[in-house]
């Protein structure tokens, strides 16, 4: 059994979830629960706010866990990271009114700071030489400039529309996170074994996404042709078909050319284009 903490709500509660379902790895929601038990797999889901994820996997509370780099690199806690996972990207960003006239980190010499990430900031200043008052607060750090709290602020930007909506502008990016797997240091050798099955499970979903798979009929004097409509590809699979001259064409590629691949094989005579969603890929 291998223990894994995921984030009760917010955020990355959602896309947590949604990877285990996708990975085929159905648990319940947290309505009310702390713990949930997978039905196909011998894993256990703890259910817990996002700041507490960090010292439960370092303690070996949960074996493993997903949560932002962010909350990672904050709470310094030992944990071996094990997987960065596509999804809460975003960075940690100085903004500072924007009316102001920014220059440089200089700016920030004297300035007072609204934050709820002290640690990660107070490490970037002393590196950066930058003498600034540090004031830890829990949430609404973006309308602290506003009310006279701090001159500034250092949090999360992801789409960067918060700080705008409070009359901020992002100066200065310190880190760039994202949700990542991380593990208890030592795990024991089964623990680890299931750990390495989640993180393949994990690996097959996240290939999958943004690939199509596109099936067709082509005249079989083409099908040398096709390397250069998709290039890097592995060889097609082709198939025969009943009418003489013609064979079906089995390929995948990725969605964000699909369209100019598509036109490209309709070019060299591709018939009957038919285009399938992938779930999983295993290499
Ligand atoms: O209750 P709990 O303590 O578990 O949750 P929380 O409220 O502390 O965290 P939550 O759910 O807000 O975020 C969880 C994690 O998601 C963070 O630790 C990040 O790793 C990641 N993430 C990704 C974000 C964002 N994007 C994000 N945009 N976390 C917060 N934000 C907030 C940010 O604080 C700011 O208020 O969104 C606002 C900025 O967004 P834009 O799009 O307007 O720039
Ligand atoms: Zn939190």
């Known amino acids: 059994m291998i223990r894994l903490a995921i984030q009760a709500k917010g955020r990355l509660n959602e896309e947590s979830m949604e990877l285990l379902q996708e990975a085929g790895l159905p648990v319940e929601a947290s309505k009310r629960k702390l713990v949930a038990r997978c039905g196909s797999f011998p894993l256990e889901i703890l259910y817990l706010r996002d700041d507490d994820i960090p010292q439960a ?17 904050e709470r310094g806690f030992k ?32 300035k007072r700071i609204a934050t709820s990430y ?5 490490r970037f200043f002393k590196k950066s030489g930058i003498k600034a008052e540090i004031h830890q607060i829990a949430g609404s750090v973006e309308i602290a400039p506003s009310v006279g709290l701090a001159d500034a602020i250092f949090d999360i930007v992801s789409s960067g529309g918060t700080l705008i909506s409070n009359g901020l502008k992002e100066v200065t990016t ?6 990542v797997v991380i593990a208890t240091p030592n795990l024991t050798e089964e623990k680890r074994e299931l750990l390495d099955q989640l993180i ?5 979903v996240e290939r999958s996404k943004g690939m199509k798979y596109l099936l ?34 089995h390929v995948v590629v990725s969605e964000k050319d699909l369209w100019t691949r598509l036109a ?20």
């Not at 071996?80 to 009316?99: M, Q, T, W, Y």
């Not at 310190?174 to 949700?179: H, K, R, T």
Request: charged letters at 20%; hydrophobic letters at 45%.
């Open 200 to 204: 393949v499970r994990f690996e097959a």
């Open 216 to 249: 067709m009929n082509l005249p079989e004097n083409k099908v040398n042709d096709v390397a250069s409509i998709l290039p890097g590809m592995r060889s097609p699979t082709i198939l025969p078909l009943a009418q003489e001259g013609w064979c079906s064409v």
């Open 79 to 110: 944990v071996d990271k094990i997987h960065k996972l596509e999804f809460g990207n975003c960075r940690l960003s100085l903004a500072v009114p924007k009316s102001e006239e920014y220059s440089g980190l200089e700016y920030f010499q004297g």
């Open 174 to 179: 310190v880190m760039e996170s994202q949700a």
């Open 264 to 283: 490209g094989l309709k070019a060299i005579g591709a018939e009957g284009i038919l285009v399938f969603s992938l779930e999983k890929m295993m290499p």
């Open 57 to 73: 996997v370092s303690m070996g509370v949960a074996d493993v866990g997903i949560v932002g780099l962010n909350e990672i690199v």
């Open 118 to 122: 002290p640690n990660i900031l107070a």
